[in-house]
């Protein structure tokens, strides 16, 4: 397995749009091949990659439990519905997990999706989740270990609080994250000494602040990918910079 990062924080922070930044910006910087991992239950990393969708893991999970042609063994099926998922483009692949677990028990089925997603995250330089604000997603979706996971909130205390739970449920459920960094988005003008002071308290590293910004409010507005923002823009700069002291 590659250089994986992690991206989670809860909705609304810019989570998912900074995670196209990060996948854009491994692009530019020739870092390949790298595999884009949507697994928010609120899939929508697609979007700002500007990519359709045709299968996602979660719906191949529902499959398996009705559809499996009779003489293949639950274990090969799966295996070819997780490589039929993976959406290959000039730049990277994609692949989305998809809804949460519905009725009844997904223990067998988890545990497949864990392996065959492990096995394909080999074949790849960078790896890079888009995750959901829990991380208890995250211990279901690979047992490997994670480089480094950024933890996205707005610049509020009650945002930044909650950012730094997250950093308790890691160490709660022993994940194997070996680095893990603060972004704080959509700040507008100065970042308040007091926000540092909260961010301290969490014992969080302060990786850097993104600028709240006009073209990329624009974007979201019109509803483009926002992977197709320009590197003038001043989300994207900020963004950049903390890249590049973070990604190796």
């Known amino acids: 397995m590659g ?6 924080g809860k909705g609304g922070t810019g989570k998912t749009t900074l995670t196209g930044m990060l996948i854009n910006y491994l692009v530019k910087k020739g870092k ?3 595999l884009a991992v949507d697994a928010d239950a609120n899939a929508n990393l697609h979007e700002v990659l500007g990519v359709d969708i045709y299968q996602t893991i979660g719906n191949a999970r529902e499959q398996m439990r009705k559809d499996v042609p009779v003489g293949m063994t639950k274990d090969v099926w799966f295996e070819m519905q997780v490589q039929q998922s993976v959406i ?15 009725p009844g028990c997904y223990c067998a089925a988890n545990s497949l999706a864990r392996k065959y997603i492990d096995v394909l995250t080999d074949n790849y330089s960078y790896v890079v989740i888009d995750n959901e604000a829990g991380m208890e997603h995250l211990s279901r979706l690979t047992t490997q270990n994670v480089d480094l996971l950024f933890v996205v909130t707005d610049p509020t205390v009650r945002g930044i609080r909650t950012a730094g739970r ?3 449920v890691v160490k709660e459920l022993g994940l194997n994250i070996k680095d ?3 972004i704080v988005n959509r700040v507008q003008g100065e970042f308040d000494p007091k926000m540092a002071e909260v961010v301290d308290k969490t014992g969080l590293k302060l990786a850097g602040i993104v600028p709240s910004d006009g073209e990329l409010a624009r974007f979201d ?8 923002l320009p590197e003038t ?3 994207v700069q900020k963004a950049n910079e903390i890249f590049d002291a973070w990604v190796k």
Request: glycine share 8%; net charge negative.
């Open 221 to 228: 507005l019109e509803g483009k990918p926002t992977i197709e």
């Open 32 to 34: 390949k091949p790298i």
């Open 88 to 102: 290959e483009k000039k730049d990277y692949d994609l692949i989305v997990m998809g809804r949460p677990e519905g």
């Open 3 to 8: 250089f994986t990062i992690a991206v989670s």
């Open 233 to 235: 823009a001043p989300s």
């Open 166 to 168: 997250i950093l308790e």
């Open 180 to 182: 893990l960094a603060l």
